[in-house]
């Protein structure tokens, strides 16, 4: 039931912002939406060959709304898909990929506005399922970094982690890792 409601408001925002006016007092756009493309790396990768082996596999597309000028909400709706190798003892290592609905919603600050470039920082929440039967979604914090060059390309950089509370939080994100995900974007 939760799941449902976040992919609810998530979709409401996107629809709503999709028919929002700009504002008439100063004429500057309040509501941005786009196209996102980007790349994904687990911070496991030990050496540049597996790191080669996975941006080459990895990707995911998507859409995204942006309402607010300086301090923003950014919902976000993603196709992501990966390439999984596999093997035991007994078989060679086979190749798989696994697909996967991410939804990013996001709250940012636009830190620095110099005319044709702006540096803005953001922080929320990722739900991500799998496509396949059965499967569960999760909940991962994701907080990152991106630039707007000429006003509308952007591009993102964000890690993503497990919720997790404990004592241990730090020693197991160094430990074990998150995701990295890379992402280039036109806002209309």
Do not use: C
Request: avoid cysteine.
């Amino acid at each position: 039931m939760k799941t449902r409601v976040y992919l609810l408001l998530l979709f409401i925002s996107i629809f709503g912002a999709t028919f929002a006016q700009e504002s008439s007092s100063s004429g500057e756009k309040k509501v941005w939406y786009g196209v996102k493309f980007g790349l994904d790396a687990t911070t496991e990768t030990k050496n540049f060959e597996d790191l080669t082996n996975q941006l080459q596999g990895n990707y995911q597309a998507g859409i995204f709304v942006q309402f607010g000028k300086r301090l923003y909400i950014q919902p976000e709706l993603y196709y992501a898909s990966y390439k999984v190798e596999s093997s035991d003892e007994s078989t060679e290592a086979t190749t798989t990929s696994k697909n996967f609905v991410k939804a990013p919603l996001l709250v940012g600050l636009k830190l620095i506005d110099i005319g044709l470039v702006a540096a803005h920082i953001d922080a929320g929440t990722t739900y991500t399922k799998q496509l396949t039967e059965g499967s569960t979604g999760t909940f991962k914090w994701t907080i990152g970094v991106g630039a707007y060059v000429l006003g509308f390309i952007t591009a993102d950089v964000r890690y993503q982690f497990q919720n997790k509370i404990n004592s241990q939080e730090v020693e197991d994100l160094i430990n074990n890792g998150g995701t990295v995900s890379l992402t280039v974007g036109i806002r209309l």
